[in-house]
């Protein structure tokens, strides 16, 4: 009985390893660039993933297991790691921002001040206006 319960479970188990690898390797992606809800639903569906590995456990086969849970391990590194190298790549250079505007090279010449965008469609009022209450 025991054997015939192996011969189910263990396929059972390998086929989680792989959905957990999978959503690992999703959620390293996502952790990279920062989009939270599709690594939150990878790491939801590595959770079933490592859960379904557990049913090789029962027949002592202990692969599946270690191989999810080090995968998830792993795409918490390689996520940290890309998404520090992505922000890395993204910020300007001092050099090329100097190049890019020579207007603040000169002397004397000053650009007008851009408006302060507050998140809403109105842009945000500076100290000098008020705004009249009625009472």
């Given at each position: ?54 049913c ?56 007008p ?23």
């Amino acid at each position: 009985m025991a054997n015939m319960l192996a011969s189910v479970l263990v396929p059972i188990g390998n086929a989680g390893a792989v959905l957990a690898v999978v959503c690992a390797l999703i959620f390293a992606l996502a952790f990279a660039r920062g989009s939270a809800g599709l690594a939150g639903g990878a790491a939801g569906v590595w959770i079933l993933g490592a859960l379904l590995s557990l049913c090789a456990s029962f027949a002592t086969v202990w692969t599946p297991v270690v191989v999810s849970l080090s995968a998830l391990a792993a795409a918490f590194v390689v996520g940290v790691l890309g998404r520090v190298l992505l922000r890395a790549a993204r910020r300007p250079r001092a050099a090329s921002a100097a190049a890019a505007s020579p207007a603040d090279a000169v002397p004397g010449t000053a650009k007008p001040a851009a408006a302060r965008i507050t998140g809403r469609s109105a842009p945000a009022r500076t100290g000098a206006e008020t705004v009249r209450v009625a009472s």
